[in-house]
């Protein structure tokens, strides 16, 4: 690979061809449920994968959705990413991607298609990354039904990940992240004229209130349990004959998220004559601390030796893929991606300036963990 300042300086000279690839690819919308707009984004991805890891990278069909594998001969390190977005087909009308002043902006390029360039550049530095396999699913934003399974499997075979979602403030590494749990609750009522017979119904409203009130009572402490999105009745003047929330549900400890699941499936209601349904449940377990100690120590040695500021490390309320390999026992490390800010949100952007920064730091990174015992 050479020596650190050639590393950098390597990386440096492919800034303008990340640059045109990151065009491209935010160019090429890619919302979650949008099946071409990921077949695009894929066919985009694959041949630059390809070539970075000088081996074949074939895409991995579940169900309608396509998911891109660049798997290792002798697999020691798992690099683990996506390329749906959040954001429906057309938003590029009106926000294309831009460059002003150093920040890129658009939908997608925090979260995470910065990071998808420049986890291809890395790849590029390296020597020999026969040691390297490379997931980048397409439905990570809508919890990643299809793709759980082989980002398992991938990990599992290669002892290590890193997730190159998108930095906390400041370029932090994300060394622990919140589990998840999703619920939906559906009340059922019964319709009645509001104005000639209100006392004839049940109203799945009100009850809707009392059970939103209990399930708000759930969190405790750093624990969140949040009734979003709310829904009921019909008509202006008709008893609602059913209503529904959403629960988002959020804890550092999964003691916590089963105390939470088990209250959400203990709730009874409260007017006679209604009845309500919880479903959901834990989708995606915390990822703890000890889960990437030591994958930090080697991303922030890395930084040391490139020259860098101390490598900050922080916690997230966020989920992501990196919660599942965590969670059956690999070392992950995450947020290894863009330096930027506000995913999911119209001022998303990438600094461009720490793209070089980012691409020698992982490079150097999946050096490193060459050769690396998997209890070292």
Same mark, same amino acid.
């Given at each position: 690979?050479?020596?650190?300042?050639?590393?950098?300086?390597?990386?440096?000279?492919?800034?303008?061809?990340?640059?045109?690839?990151? $065009?491209?690819?935010?160019?090429?919308?890619?919302?979650?449920?949008?099946? !071409?707009? /990921?077949?695009?984004? %894929?066919? /985009?991805?694959?041949?630059?994968?390809?070539?970075?890891?000088?081996?074949?990278?074939?895409?991995?069909?579940?169900?309608?959705?396509?998911?891109?594998? &660049?798997?290792?001969?002798?697999?020691?390190?798992?690099?683990?990413?996506?390329?749906?977005?959040?954001?429906?087909?057309?938003?590029?009308?009106?926000?294309?991607?831009?460059?002003?002043? #150093?920040?890129?902006?658009?939908? *997608?390029?925090?979260?995470?298609?910065?990071?998808?360039?420049? +986890?291809?550049?890395?790849?590029?530095?390296?020597?020999?990354?026969?040691?390297?396999?490379?997931?980048?699913?397409?439905?990570?934003?809508?919890?990643?039904?299809?793709?759980?399974?082989?980002?398992?499997?991938? +990990?599992?075979?290669? #002892?290590?990940?890193?997730?190159?979602?998108?930095?906390?403030?400041?370029?932090?590494?994300?060394?622990?992240?919140? *589990?998840?749990?999703?619920?939906?609750?559906?009340?059922?009522?019964? +319709?009645?004229?509001?104005?000639?017979?209100?006392?004839? #119904?049940?109203?799945?409203?009100?009850?809707?209130?009392?059970?939103? /009130?209990?399930?708000?009572? /759930?969190?405790?402490?750093?624990?969140?349990?949040?009734?979003?999105?709310?829904?009921?009745?019909?008509?202006?003047?008709?008893?609602?004959?059913?209503?529904?929330?959403?629960?988002?549900?959020?804890?550092?400890?999964?003691?916590?998220?089963?105390?939470?699941?088990?209250?959400?499936? +203990?709730?009874?209601?409260?007017?006679?004559?209604? %009845?309500?349904?919880?479903?959901? #449940?834990?989708?995606?377990?915390?990822?703890?601390?000890?889960?990437? !100690?030591?994958?930090?120590?080697?991303?922030?040695? &890395?930084?040391?030796?490139?020259?860098?500021?101390?490598?900050?490390?922080? $916690?997230?309320?966020?989920?992501?893929?990196?919660?599942?390999?965590?969670?059956?026992?690999?070392?992950?490390?995450?947020?290894?991606?863009?330096?930027?800010?506000?995913?999911?949100?119209?001022?998303?952007?990438?600094?461009?300036?720490?793209?070089?920064?980012?691409?020698?730091?992982?490079?150097?990174?999946?050096? !490193?963990?060459?050769? $690396?015992?998997?209890?070292?």
């Amino acid at each position: 690979m050479g020596n650190y300042d050639d590393i950098l300086a390597g990386a440096e000279r492919k800034l303008p061809d990340m640059l045109d690839r990151f $065009r491209v690819l935010v160019d090429c919308e890619s919302p979650s449920d949008d099946q !071409r707009g /990921l077949e695009l984004c %894929a066919s /985009l991805i694959r041949p630059w994968l390809a070539e970075a890891v000088e081996r074949s990278a074939r895409i991995e069909r579940v169900g309608e959705n396509v998911h891109i594998l &660049a798997e290792a001969p002798q697999p020691e390190v798992l690099i683990l990413g996506h390329f749906d977005t959040v954001w429906p087909i057309g938003t590029t009308a009106d926000w294309p991607f831009s460059i002003t002043d #150093g920040i890129a902006s658009g939908p *997608g390029t925090f979260d995470m298609k910065g990071g998808i360039v420049q +986890a291809i550049a890395a790849l590029e530095l390296l020597a020999d990354p026969s040691h390297v396999s490379v997931l980048l699913t397409s439905d990570e934003e809508v919890g990643s039904v299809s793709s759980r399974a082989l980002i398992e499997e991938q +990990a599992r075979k290669a #002892g290590a990940v890193l997730v190159c979602e998108p930095s906390a403030d400041g370029g932090a590494v994300k060394i622990g992240r919140k *589990g998840i749990a999703n619920y939906r609750v559906t009340v059922t009522g019964r +319709a009645a004229h509001a104005g000639l017979e209100p006392e004839l #119904g049940v109203n799945a409203g009100v009850e809707l209130a009392h059970q939103i /009130l209990a399930i708000a009572g /759930l969190a405790s402490g750093e624990t969140s349990v949040v009734p979003t999105v709310l829904t009921a009745g019909t008509t202006v003047n008709t008893v609602p004959e059913s209503a529904q929330c959403a629960v988002d549900a959020r804890s550092w400890a999964v003691s916590d998220l089963e105390h939470v699941d088990r209250e959400m499936a +203990a709730l009874v209601p409260r007017l006679p004559g209604a %009845a309500v349904r919880v479903s959901g #449940g834990i989708d995606r377990p915390p990822f703890e601390e000890s889960s990437s !100690r030591d994958l930090y120590r080697e991303a922030a040695s &890395a930084a040391r030796e490139l020259g860098f500021a101390p490598l900050p490390a922080v $916690r997230s309320g966020g989920a992501s893929d990196g919660n599942l390999t965590a969670a059956i026992g690999v070392p992950t490390l995450d947020g290894l991606g863009a330096v930027g800010g506000h995913p999911h949100a119209r001022n998303e952007h990438v600094d461009v300036d720490a793209m070089p920064e980012r691409v020698a730091l992982l490079a150097v990174l999946l050096e !490193r963990l060459r050769h $690396r015992s998997p209890t070292a």
